[in-house]
């Protein structure tokens, strides 16, 4: 490896066959690095925003509401309140007399104005750098209105998202409880960590509705206040992000003694074998003979549609970077269907489970990196000489500067790719990317660059 890190970031970057893997992770951002994460308020937002029938309140500065405003791809079924994103506005002579009087106004108008089923108060740095009590305000106006108002304790400078994770939870966790379970089937679950990006929540319970489950709540993906509520009357729950709602489902089994899975749904492999554990975990015949149904009809559709990408794409180089190490599992093992080599791999809150996993199942030499930043992403993608970045909105400018075909994975994205349809899209989109006449007009190594007969063979398939 020839790209340089800072001294003090040397620990979380690993080559694997170098040396025994011992990562570190879980590290504070290092200061003036200009990290990939984002900050405490945006990791509560994310995860919280797509609760769709509750009205979600920014106690800030405009910026960070603007900073997260339809931050996610989130499609509802209904409503369509959590897209408002409404702010505070708190100026310089807020700051210096408070924000709590102003706080209060915004609730209640917001309240009469739309009927929200909760509401959730997001605190962003400078309150806590002025002390507004939020619990207070949250507490008179929930009393006033009738209705949950719920503060999320998301202030914080640095690059901690985890934090947020936390803190949506925490929130979360206080409606969990509140609502009626009459009538929920012992054969039920509640769907933890999909956000419905591009609308991928209504295929995974599709998928469930064959198998014959019920699924209880979303959470938080086209997610509903009342189905939150009653949350805590599922048999089990089923964790995809587990970076961003694990700690939720820990809570859930110490209080309601709710079992968790961890899933994940990209990819044909982890897909098929996410239907087969929850099918193992409720030992039901009928259940697990819907469930061999489901996957034989999918996979037997999918496959012979992924080959003509297979063909053009194997050999090619990939590179992954994401939020959650999840995510990076499954796409190590989607670009293997497609006979491509991932030559970097890493994520922004990954642990050291997580990277030895990631080790076990990456090739001699790739690179494994954790919170990394635009100057070392930009040197390892020119050393490895990668052909397609798969990464978020921070991550897209660096693959464009240098020429790279991007694949956007994060949660701003408006293309399906979990689930087995999703693979589909996921395999044309790389192969889009790619495989396109652009790279022809970019200055790249010679051996990256797109032949006038390969221009041909992609222009045809498409």
Known sequence: MEAIALEERKKQIHVKGDAPMDIACNRESLAGAVSQRACTFCGSRVVLYPIADALHLVHGP???????????????????LHRLSFSTDLQERDVIFGGEKKLKSALCELIDRHSPKATFVYSTCIVGIIGDDLDAVCKTVESEKGIPVIPVKSEGFKGNKRAGYKAACNAL??????????????????????FNIAGEIWMIRDYYRRMGIEVVANITGDGRVDDIRRAHGAALNVVQCSGSTMQLADMMEEKYGIPSIRVSYFGIEDMSEALYDIARFFRDDRIMANTRKVVQQEVSNLVPRLEKYRK?????????????????F??????????????????????????RELEAITDPGTVIVDDSNPLELTAFLKEKGVDVFV??????????????????????????LAGFEGMLNFAREIYSSVMSPVWRFVPRKPSCTVSEKTEKTALAAE
């Open 391 to 416: 990464g978020g909105v921070k991550e897209r400018p660096i693959a464009y500067k240098l020429g790279i075909g991007f694949c956007d994975h994060n949660h701003e994205r408006k293309e399906p």
């Open 312 to 328: 053009t794409l194997a050999g090619k180089k990939a590179a992954i970077y994401v939020g959650g190490s999840f995510k990076a």
């Open 330 to 355: 499954s796409l190590v093992k989607a670009f293997r269907l497609v006979d491509m080599k991932v030559v970097l791999v890493g994520s922004q809150t990954g642990t050291k489970e997580d990277y």
């Open 62 to 80: 405009i910026g960070c509401a603007v900073y997260t405003w339809d931050i996610r791809g989130a499609l509802s079924s209904g409503p369509e």
């Open 173 to 194: 966790f206080r409606l969990i409880g509140t609502g009626n379970t009459q009538g929920i089937s012992r054969h039920s679950i509640n769907i933890l960590g999909d």
